[in-house]
């Protein structure tokens, strides 16, 4: 039902459109096409994860008509690793996601690929970071950068957020393989 969060109705159209556009090259290009049902529910997960990061950070009212800033990667320092985790829903409602190491050279050091059962946003953006965390822990080097895209399981992991309750336990391996427990 959507409503339940403050601007959620908002926040769903403006996740629903990306994924409508994806759609139309989809029919177009590939031949294929995802349901209406299907792709509402999509948008409607974004615009939930979106909102509730930023109720847990207090903006209870998100600007959604700032415009995007495009981020580029940056190295890390001199003989240090940066670990990017990162986690995305394929047709159906699977998710998949990937971990790439590399070093101050950009040369790639360790990869994890993977893919998890139909699930939320959330958890398999969780469900990546843990990958990143046992990557990290393989890699031989004192210096071990962590990054993801998702704000909140970013705050999580860095322990300002509460997590959602079906990333708790997923957090508490994160927590645990890193030694913060």
């Given at each position: 039902?959507?409503?339940?969060?403050?601007?959620?109705?908002?926040?769903?159209?403006?996740?629903?459109?990306?994924?409508?556009?994806?759609?139309?090259?989809?029919?177009?290009?590939?031949?294929?096409?995802?349901?209406?049902?299907?792709?509402?529910?999509?948008?409607?997960?974004?615009?939930?994860?979106?909102?509730?990061?930023?109720?847990?950070?207090?903006?209870?009212?998100?600007?959604?008509?700032?415009?995007?800033?495009?981020?580029?990667?940056?190295?890390?320092?001199?003989?240090?690793?940066?670990?990017?985790?990162?986690?995305?829903?394929?047709?159906?409602?699977?998710?998949?996601?990937?971990?790439?190491?590399?070093?101050?050279?950009?040369?790639?050091?360790?990869?994890?690929?993977?893919?998890?059962?139909?699930?939320?946003?959330?958890?398999?953006?969780?469900?990546?970071?843990?990958?990143?965390?046992?990557?990290?822990?393989?890699?031989?080097?004192?210096?071990?950068?962590i990054e993801g895209d998702s704000l909140l399981i970013v705050k999580c992991l860095k322990r300002e957020w509460r997590a959602p309750w079906n990333c708790h336990a997923l957090l508490k391996d994160c927590h645990s393989v890193s030694g913060r427990v």
């Open positions: 039902m959507i409503g339940e969060f403050p601007g959620e109705t908002v926040a769903t159209t403006f996740w629903l459109l990306p994924l409508l556009w994806k759609n139309r090259n989809n029919m177009i290009f590939n031949k294929s096409r995802t349901s209406p049902q299907v792709l509402a529910r999509k948008a409607r997960e974004h615009a939930i994860e979106h909102l509730t990061a930023n109720v847990m950070s207090g903006a209870l009212n998100p600007d959604l008509n700032k415009p995007l800033n495009w981020v580029r990667w940056i190295t890390p320092n001199h003989n240090s690793i940066k670990i990017i985790f990162d986690a995305l829903a394929k047709e159906g409602g699977e998710y998949t996601f990937g971990c790439i190491a590399r070093n101050h050279k950009r040369e790639i050091i360790k990869t994890k690929l993977g893919k998890k059962g139909t699930t939320t946003v959330s958890v398999a953006e969780m469900w990546a970071a843990c990958k990143d965390y046992k990557l990290a822990m393989q890699i031989d080097s004192s210096s071990v950068f």
